[in-house]
Structure formats: C-alpha cells, structure tokens
C-alpha cells in the first residue's frame, strides 16, 4: 500500500516483534554496579530489522530507539542502517545497550528527492537476557497456581512456539504441548516466579522460549525426535539466547535410566544442537528427580541425581537448582488430586532457586563463557 499524500515509499516491519527480547553482549558482572567509572557495563544487543519498503527509489533506512515508561537503558538516535536489499525486501541490523522496554522507530530517507516516509514502530522490544526451557511436567502448565509477572511494565516476556508471536510471561505459559490447549489442564510453572526475582536483579528485560513437554523422558529428546526438533526451532527463533534450562528427570527414573545413559544423551542433545545452530552454548540441569504422589524410587532417583552432578562439571554445563529438596507432600509438593505437582509455596521457591542459578551462572560474564 502506497501513501496516498505523495507517493512516497512506506515501509512495513516484519522483524523484530512487539516483546521481543534480544541476547545481550558485552556484559560484565564484574563492573556492572551503579558506580563503575564510565557506567555500569550492562552490554548491548543487536536488532535483526527485516521487512519491505514499497517504492522504493535511491535512498537511506534510517533507525533509532526511545525509552518507553521507566525503561533501562540509553535511547539511540537516528543513526543509518547498512541494509542488504532484494528488491524492496531488506535486512539491516542496528546496535542498542543493554535495556528496555524500548521504542525501536525506522524510517526511509530518498536520496534524490529528500522524500520521507512515515516511521513505522514497533514497540516495546528489548535487549537483555534470554532462557530456552525444557523438560517436562515441572517446567510446563501443569502445577497448582497461574502465576503473574509481577513488573508493572512487563519487562519479562515469552515467545510462543507456534505462533511465534511475543508477550508477557504471565501463567500459562505458551508451549509447543497441545494437550495444554484445554483450558482446565492448563496450570501455573516456577519460571514467572524465577525471573520476578531476577528483573530487578538484572536491571534488563528477560525472554523466554518453552518447549518443555510432561512425561518425557530423556530419550525422547534425543536428536531425530520431535522434542529435539522443538528445541532446535526454538534456538532458531530466539536467536543467540543465554543458556538453557532443563527441569527434567522424572521419568528416566520411572524407566530406570543408568547414569552413564543419561549422561549420555544429554550430552549427543547437545553436540547435535550445537551443529546445526553453528555456536555452542550453556546447559543448566536441575536435579529434578522427585515425584512422591507417584512414586518413591531413591535408588533410580540417585542414578539420576549422579548423571546431573557429573553433567555439572562438565565443560558447557553448569549447575542448576536442586529443586528435590522441595520434597514435603501438602507444603511444597501438592496432593494427586490437585496438581501432584509444586504448590504455590514450591512455585515460589523453586523459582528462588531458579533465580540463585541464573545469578550464579551470570556472575561468570566478563569472566568465562562470555
């Protein structure tokens, strides 16, 4: 569609989305405090900006950023954009610190004749931290309560695996499991509580990808299965992202999986994902082993919990909580009859874990795995 005014290009934005939240750089935990000689060192993002600008004649894309409501951050001005161009269809990327919520504006300057298209916006986009998630029952719907985002602007975010589209991580989550399409099985996860916690902590905004499915079992994410290929689209669609939690292992125990298998598969999940996103990347297991409305299985349950205390040691891992001392049934475990799954007491303080293992892996930033 043309500007009817006159007849000047007009631009249409497909990338990125409202919500979205880009995989800082340059981040150094070290020197991020309030009063590092020339500012706390919070890193920077670059935006991926794609779309089409109809009419196109010789001419300039140019973009910028503004703070939205109480935003983190430092806004950019107008700057030029080198844009790789097909026809009217273009890529360019634009660099912006560390923050959000931001208002990213582009607009296209003709080069003959001065013409100015209007901006176009999209709005709010930031550049932060970025989580995939993966598992099963306890890192998806299927615990007692819908917890909230409690940030007043919303600065913690969700894409959702099959719409692609971004929003505010309130519970439900959105996940690639369709049984979660019914309304009355669709329940609360630890993760609204996690990054509560950590917003305020990071002073940026945080993105997540779920595609944690329940009553899986590690072999069921192994390379050539269909939750390998959920979580392979999912690097796919977030980008560079910070590492990947795994709230998972209840199931390898009802198998009886060894620790030497376990340690295994997770370990050929992630060298094939590492080949086909073309970067390596951190792991954090949790040792998530506990299931007492449906079993009691310590030794199975031990075998699980060596493979994750070898897999912490090992290079491109590292410590997630141990989420199995939240073990009381009624306290933090609910009922069968209920969720048989966290409570919202064990939401809030598996989450708390959560927060402390994310904490723990960003203090390495300026440091290792950067």
């Given amino acids: 569609m043309l500007d009817e005014r006159m007849n000047v290009p007009v631009i249409s934005l497909t990338h990125p989305k409202p919500f979205q939240v880009i995989q800082r750089t340059g981040y150094c935990a070290a020197q991020a405090y309030a009063n590092h000689p020339g500012g706390p060192r919070l890193g920077e993002g670059t935006f991926i900006i794609s779309g089409t600008v109809s009419r196109r004649t010789q001419g300039r894309l140019e973009a910028r950023t503004l703070l939205l409501q109480d935003a983190y951050g430092i806004a950019v001005d107008w700057k030029d954009l080198d844009a790789e161009w097909e026809g009217e269809q273009f890529e360019a990327t634009f660099l912006v610190p560390a923050g959000g919520w931001y208002r990213l504006e582009l607009r296209y300057i003709g080069k003959e004749r001065g013409e100015q298209s209007d901006s176009v916006v999209v709005e709010p986009v930031g550049v932060g931290e970025v989580f995939i998630i993966a598992g099963q029952s306890y890192a998806e719907n299927c615990n007692d309560s819908c917890m909230r985002i409690e940030d007043p602007q919303g600065r913690i975010s969700a894409l959702d695996p099959r719409s692609q589209e971004w929003r505010v991580a309130h519970d439900p989550q959105p996940t690639v499991n369709r049984s979660n399409d019914n309304e009355q099985s669709r329940m609360g996860t630890i993760w609204p509580a996690a990054m509560n916690h950590l917003l305020p902590l990071l002073r940026v905004p945080i993105g997540m990808a779920n595609v944690a499915v329940g009553a899986t079992s590690s072999r069921q994410w192994m390379p050539g299965e269909p939750l390998f290929e959920n979580l392979q689209h999912a690097g796919i669609a977030v980008g560079p992202f910070r590492a990947l939690l795994w709230q ?123």
Avoid: M
Avoid at 259 to 280: C, F, N, P, Q
Avoid at 302 to 311: F, K, T
């Fill in 248 to 370: 998972q292992g209840e199931s390898d125990v009802i198998e009886g999986t060894s620790t030497e298998v376990y340690k295994s598969r997770l370990l050929a999940i992630k060298a094939a994902l590492e080949e086909i996103w073309g970067h390596s990347f951190l792991w954090l297991p949790a040792k998530s082993t506990l299931h007492p409305t449906v079993y009691i299985k310590p030794l199975e349950e031990g075998s699980i919990r060596l493979a994750i205390d070898e897999l912490w040691s090992t290079p491109g891992f590292l410590p997630g909580p141990d989420t199995d001392i939240l073990a009381g049934i009624g306290l933090h475990r609910a009922l069968e009859r209920e969720s048989g799954h966290f409570t919202l007491l064990g939401q809030q303080q598996a989450g708390l874990l959560w927060c402390i293992a994310i904490w723990n892996l960003l203090q390495l930033s300026g440091v290792a795995n950067e």
